[in-house]
């Protein structure tokens, strides 16, 4: 599928029989939302997910499934997550998402309507002087270990704001205890390779 040349899908193929759906970035975020509620079931995920992506129920529910994944994922086949930890979130961080739109792009979200795939090629590519790239950038220094002092200092002061629900939940000390420890850990154990432990 190539943006420039092809016309965006607005239904999906099951079988021989091609099934509506509703390809708004509204309708998919309501989906996508649900699979970031850990409260709910993985079942309870895909009833959301079904029921909001098709006008009509397909009869193969495995392969209606499957193909909204693709869908939904811009028409790839969703990879391996390699990324152990959440740098955004499109519940929590909504304002500075709709913001950086109208930074970035000039599109107030509250008004046009994009298929999901235009919202995930222009979400891809928002500015990184944006005050939501930003955030992502700080998540992923804290989360990866590399952030300076006072990018620590301006994440305890966030607070809540900078925080992402996730099933690690400890707070940002702990955090950096554990990542210490574990830097420490992998010294030692390269040291012990090297002969000089």
């Known amino acids: 599928m190539n943006l420039l040349i092809d016309d965006l899908p607005a239904e999906i193929i099951i079988g021989n029989k091609g099934y509506a759906i509703n390809s708004s970035f509204r309708s998919c975020l309501k989906i996508i939302l649900a699979f970031e509620d850990n409260s709910l079931t993985p079942q309870e995920k895909n009833i959301i997910m079904l029921s909001n992506l098709y006008q009509q129920q397909p009869q193969d529910i495995k392969q209606a499934i499957e193909q909204a994944q693709i869908f939904l994922n811009g028409g790839r086949i969703a990879e391996e997550e390699n ?8 519940e929590k961080d909504a304002p500075f998402i709709f913001a950086a739109f109208k930074q970035t792009h000039n599109i107030d979200l509250t008004k046009d309507d ?6 995930l090629a222009l979400f891809m590519d928002l500015g990184q002087d944006t005050t939501f790239c930003q955030l992502v950038g700080l998540r992923k220094r804290i989360k990866t270990g590399k952030a300076t002092k006072e990018e620590k200092d ?3 002061e966030m607070g809540d704001l900078f925080t992402l629900p996730d099933l690690d939940d400890r707070t940002l000390e702990e955090k950096e205890m554990a990542l210490e420890f574990e830097r420490k850990v992998e010294e030692a154990r390269l040291r012990r390779l090297n002969g000089n432990g």
């Open 83 to 90: 990324q152990p930890y959440r740098l955004y979130s499109f």
């Open 114 to 119: 994009l298929h999901w795939w235009t919202f």
């Open 154 to 156: 301006i994440a305890r």
